[in-house]
């Protein structure tokens, strides 16, 4: 029987990350899920092992280079191999979500080191093993807004906006992607990105009108539209896609 491989999905206790771990673990793979809310990790755990699935818990935190070490540690221990890390969670701080000209240095500095930095730490962290067993996978979630300027007007009428530290976090986040592909060419890991759409999150209904007239058919997506992506990005279908970004944004960038 072949072995099964094991995916670490960060941020997996999350909005998105809750609906990649239901589809990762239903697909057969071993599923680590990391993340430092313990009550909704372990919550989400057992809800998985209850459905006949693989699926453990690890609390960490993500600024914590140790954390992140024993994160890998930890899931070679449990199921004897790590085949992808899908880097996926996201850090509010620093006063995060104010308006341009609100934003501090000390926020826009805190906000690009709790978010880039991770993903860089547990890439690099992670592909060494990946490097010392000749394969590996690695999936960033970014976001339409890491590819192209914001569409500010579809906030008029509404409190959101779209940060300028989001922006800058999820364009460096895309090229970290591309970066590293290409750096540990030769070594059998891909890494990719998805840049995901709004996601629907009870947001208002002007603001839901506005986006889905930028958009093809459906407008903002559910965190289930990602998964088809995530499941080929993951699998040998995908084997010769690397360091691409997958926009998954039903035409909203067009
Ligand atoms: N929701 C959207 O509309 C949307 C759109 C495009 C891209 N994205 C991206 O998708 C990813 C997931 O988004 P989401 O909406 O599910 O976010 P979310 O806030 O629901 O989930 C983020 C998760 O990260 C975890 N986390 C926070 N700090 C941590 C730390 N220090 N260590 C470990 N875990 C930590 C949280 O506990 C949470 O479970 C993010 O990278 C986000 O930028 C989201």
């Given at each position: ?82 085949h992808a ?41 992670f592909s060494?093993?990946f490097?010392?067993?000749?394969s590996g996978t690695i ?50 890991i ?65």
């Amino acid at each position: 029987m072949p072995i099964k491989k094991t995916v670490v999905i960060t941020g997996a206790a999350g909005l998105i990350g809750t609906s990649f771990c239901n589809a990762v673990a239903s697909h057969g793979y071993n599923l680590v899920i990391a993340d430092n809310n313990e009550e909704r990790s372990e919550a989400l755990a057992a809800k998985i092992r209850s459905d006949g699935h693989q699926a453990y818990a690890c609390i960490f935190d993500a600024t914590r280079p140790n954390d992140i070490q024993k994160l890998l540690d930890t899931s070679l221990t449990r199921f004897g191999n790590v085949h992808a890390l899908v880097n996926n969670l996201y850090i509010r701080s620093g006063n995060y979500g104010a308006d341009f000209f609100d934003v501090t240095y000390n926020d826009f500095s805190q906000n690009l080191s709790d978010n880039v930095t991770p993903y860089f730490e547990l890439s690099k962290i992670f592909s060494r093993h990946f490097c010392s067993v000749n394969s590996g996978t690695i999936i960033n979630i970014a976001s339409v807004y890491g590819c192209i300027a914001p569409k500010f007007e579809i906030y008029d009428n509404t409190k959101m906006t779209m940060p300028v530290e989001y922006a800058a976090i999820k364009s460096a986040i895309l090229h970290l992607t591309r970066y590293m592909a290409k750096r540990l060419k030769g070594y059998n890991i891909r890494v990719n990105a998805i840049s995901p759409g709004g996601i629907l999150d009870d947001q208002p209904e002007t603001f839901l009108k506005a986006y889905g007239d930028n958009c093809s058919s459906k407008g903002m997506l559910s965190p289930d539209d990602l998964c088809g992506t995530l499941l080929f990005l993951l699998s040998e279908e995908s084997r010769y896609i690397n360091g691409q970004n997958m926009i998954v944004d039903d035409g909203f960038t067009l």
